[in-house]
């Protein structure tokens, strides 16, 4: 059975300025080195027109792992993530995220949408954790799915600090 994530978030910048940052390979390695954990690394970047595709890693030490977790991956917890990005009619942006562990059988899915909100804009993602393992498949949605919207949280903060820094 899977789990529903959702995640919301507002900002003072506009979905522009928001995506640009979001899609920017080098804000995307700084975000990576700094709340990426193990192995963390930027995969893919590609842009088409406005259409923006990117593959990353992402890692969680083993040591951050409820015990039946780390019984069952044997080492740390390494996500590969994949977001899609395109232009939406309202004039923001709409995203598609995918995520999974390598070795385990599951997926981590999402939707997300950038809009202005005339004090600046809102990132609402909502998905979804399955893992089909039997016995621990829920432990480990559960864990995967809080540390995702763990990382949701510290990225948009990350994003904002970040624009703080590097717009005029």
Known sequence: ???RIEHRATTRWTA?????????????????STLGGTDATLLEHQVDGEKVSLR???GVPSSELPSAVRAFLKGDLVIERTEEWDRNGDGGWLGKVQA??????????GAMRLSDNGA???ME??????????FVGGKVEEVVSGQIVKLLTKEFEHTEQWLDAHQS
């Open 1 to 3: 059975m899977a789990r």
């Open 100 to 109: 999974g562990i390598p070795g385990v059988p599951g997926h981590i899915r």
């Open 125 to 134: 993602m909502r998905g979804e954790v399955a893992v089909n393992i039997p």
């Open 16 to 32: 522009d300025e928001v995506h640009a940052a979001l899609v920017d390979p080098t804000y995307l390695r700084d975000r990576l």
């Open 56 to 58: 990353l890693r992402h």
């Open 120 to 122: 600046g804009s809102t």
